[in-house]
């Protein structure tokens, strides 16, 4: 298909779709069959000078917004999503190639779920009550929005990593910049036709681009905020640069969870929950379940139960339902996960998969590798596909300081029946989360976030409302 031919994206900016301003274009590929289908704007400093100032003109009116109002905001764009869902999942299916059903299933609802926990959590936009601290003065807190918020959503989780930027934003009374991945464009411009047509104009901009066109937005001087969801590599950039005029930052990266499984946790069931938190979405999820923790006692048996599952895992194109996972996002992540693989040192096993899925697309094969050892490059560093790894260990102690080990420090897990190791382990673990005899799941009630290398700064919850508020402190004399 030639360009001419390919659909065309476009940006969002005040209120209008618009293409970048020198007309520069990228080609967006479909990873389940590695042929592009659009283009989308390549944008450079005349188009974020624009999103910017569209944004910053916005953000007076909308701050003054009262919560109630901008609550009704938000649920008519939860409304909207839901409306048009079927189209949601149309354009993330061609941005990501992941199972159409899966979708459906797996992130509409939670979206749109999330969506209205912000819109109720507009309302909690609230400072401590006042009080006398000093005689004949009374002090206020006000918990404020930011301001202008530049954000920079994934390819792993197009669609749903930018819920989670905007919907807090905007609930706080924030306005928005919002860039996709350039290689998942796709939905996020959806998203723009869907909220663009219900908030004021300039409230939400949406910019295109590749790393450039991030930075760009980093470094201008309108923002007050950086959100990122991304690699450490990409987070330290955004840290670096936001230092320069002293930005916020909230940054979301890397993980590398270790699941600890002990002799007495129901090993059918650890494999069977662990393969899932471990295959699902390509693991490329960074609370994916890919480092496992087993004593020795039951190690083989677990890597017998592992491996069976994950011969039995198929990847596939989108439409069969049949199918756990679809492709890997891009050329680039097949030659990083593939990469792995092939320098695995000699005392490692392959017990399953370890290989690429024909020859159209980027798919990978469910794999399991065990015989690991602790420095070794697969355990201390983020796959980010389909791969799952084994080490065995002899005590408590050796699990904490294997799990611990890693430079990461995002989710992870344990599997037992024994309460108070449980909850021993939950202290000890150095993980944003700890899943007890499950792996994965989220609710818009709790913080998502990390330590360490996975950066700082919560989302979901009220905590992640918070991270998009500033706190002012107003003290009156009580003698005026």
């Known amino acids: 298909m030639s360009t001419s031919e390919l659909r065309r994206l476009r940006n ?12 520069r274009t990228t080609e967006v590929v479909n990873p389940a069959t590695g042929e592009a289908y659009a283009t989308a704007p390549l944008s450079g400093q005349a188009d974020i000078d624009a999103a910017m100032a569209a944004a910053d003109a916005a953000f007076p009116a909308w701050r003054d917004l009262t919560p109630g109002e901008r609550q009704r905001y938000l649920l008519k764009i939860a409304d909207a999503f839901e409306e048009r869902a079927e189209e949601l999942i149309a354009a993330e299916v061609e941005n990501t190639g992941k199972p159409i059903g899966l979708t459906r299933s797996e992130e509409i609802p939670p979206m749109v779920d999330q969506i209205r926990f912000f819109a109720g959590a507009a309302r909690m936009l609230e400072g401590r009550s006042a009080g006398e601290y000093m005689e004949g003065l009374t002090s206020i807190i006000r918990r404020e929005p930011i301001g202008v918020c530049a954000q920079v959503a994934p390819w792993n989780y197009p669609m749903m990593m930018a819920v989670w930027k905007f919907a807090p934003a905007l609930a706080a009374g924030n306005t928005v910049v919002l860039k996709p991945s350039d290689t998942t464009p796709a939905s996020t411009v959806l998203f723009a ?9 300039g409230v939400f901009n949406v910019v295109c681009g590749d790393r450039d066109t991030g930075r760009l937005m980093v470094e201008h001087p309108t923002p007050a905020m950086a959100s990122i969801t991304g690699s450490v590599r990409a987070g330290m950039a955004v840290a670096e640069s936001a230092s320069k005029d002293l930005k916020r930052v909230h940054l979301e990266l890397g993980g590398k969870a270790p699941v600890v499984v002990f002799e007495d946790a129901d090993i059918a069931k650890a494999a069977e929950g662990i393969a899932e938190a471990g295959y699902f979405n390509a693991g490329q999820d960074c609370t994916a379940a890919t480092r496992v ?14 491996a069976k599952i994950a011969a039995e895992t198929m990847t596939g194109q989108p439409d069969d339902e049949d199918v756990l996972y679809g492709p890997l996002n891009n050329p680039n992540q097949l030659k990083q996960v593939s990469g792995f693989i092939e320098r695995l040192p000699a005392h490692a096993k392959v017990e399953a998969g370890g290989h690429r899925v024909g020859d159209k697309g980027y798919f990978y094969a469910a794999t399991v590798v065990s015989g690991l050892k602790q420095d070794d490059e697969i355990i201390q560093n983020e796959v980010f596909g389909p791969v799952i790894t084994v080490q065995s260990f002899t005590d408590e102690e050796q699990a904490v300081s294997y799990a611990n080990g890693v430079d ?15 909850m021993r382990m939950s202290k000890v673990l150095d993980f944003g989360c700890v899943w007890i005899n499950t792996h994965i799941p989220l609710v818009a009630e709790m913080p998502h976030g990390g330590f360490k290398k996975s950066g700082y700064g919560k989302d979901l919850s009220g905590y992640g409302f918070e991270d998009y508020t500033r706190i002012k402190h107003v003290m009156t004399s009580l003698d005026a």
């Open 408 to 422: 990461y420090a995002l989710a992870s897990s344990v599997w037992t029946k024994d309460h108070g190791r449980a």
């Open 12 to 23: 969002y900016i005040d209120g209008e779709f618009r293409d970048a301003a020198d007309g």
């Open 293 to 306: 923790l087993v004593h020795e006692s039951v190690h083989d048996e677990f890597v017998t139960a592992l």
């Open 193 to 201: 036709e869907i909220i663009g047509s219900i908030v004021p104009k």
